[in-house]
């Protein structure tokens, strides 16, 4: 089982719609969580961090749920652009740091 | 503002061939990373380094040799290019180790596609 697991879609979703991924890690002792960002033959970018609390970024929602081990990424009004594949990333300091990503979910917004 | 920068973007090498891959980051990062992405698999560390000097084995370093000569430049080697290396290269650098959410993020290069036949 790999740590860190994504649904790989691909989601298909009209624009303006609203779109939820989901990522589960197996490992308890994961501390920190991320969504990056790829586009087609583009390399990952940083979307948003993941905090306890769960936080927004504009139409971007992340929530952490640690008693159940996953992380989701809400997407709202989907516009063309959001096009790409979302990859869960989780970091863990035990005996050094080790950051895991996910294979990622690929998502396509139609016109 | 280059950032992370990779050579060569596009390679194709024949089976048992050598190469190196070469990266530089101009942003003074102490942590350098190369990772493979294969379809379905997600990002899988090759090897890394701490800093100038340093390097290290990550999850998946059977085949390949880093070197880190100065701080800027992180080099990856295939000494004998094998089919199952046919993959996409990404080199990462970070001002710390992993990711970290007081800021600290992992910035990539664009990216190089090997094809070993």
């Known amino acids: 089982r790999k740590e860190v697991e994504q649904d790989p879609g691909p989601f298909n979703v009209p624009e303006g719609a609203t779109v939820a991924f989901n990522c589960t890690y197996s490992n308890s002792a994961s501390q920190s969580f991320f969504w990056y960002r790829q586009d087609c033959r583009k390399e990952p970018k940083l979307l948003m961090s993941?905090?306890?609390s769960g936080n927004e970024d504009g139409r971007f929602t992340a929530q952490l749920n640690r008693a159940s081990q996953y992380i989701s990424l809400l997407i709202r009004d989907s516009k063309l652009s959001d096009s790409a594949t979302y990859l869960c990333v989780v970091n863990r300091n035990t005996g050094g740091f080790k950051t895991i990503f996910g294979a990622g979910t690929r998502l396509f917004v139609k016109a | 503002n280059a950032g992370v920068t990779q050579t060569p973007k596009f390679r194709v090498l024949k089976t048992g061939q050598s190469m190196t891959l070469l990266c530089a980051q101009d942003m003074n990062h102490e942590y350098m990373y190369w990772y493979r992405q294969d379809p379905g698999m997600g990002l899988r560390l090759i090897h890394y380094?701490?800093?100038?000097?340093?390097?290290a084995k990550g999850e998946v370093p059977d085949g390949y040799n880093v070197s880190r000569l100065k701080k800027q430049n992180f080099l990856l080697g295939l000494e004998s290019a094998a089919p199952s290396q046919t993959s996409v290269y990404f080199c990462?650098?970070?001002?710390?180790?992993?990711?970290?959410?007081?800021?600290?993020?992992?910035?990539f290069g664009e990216g190089s596609w090997l094809t070993v036949v």
């Open positions: 990462a650098s970070s001002v710390t180790g992993g990711l970290m959410l007081t800021g600290n993020t992992i910035y």
């Open positions: 380094s701490v800093g100038e000097g340093t390097t």
């Open positions: 993941v905090y306890s």
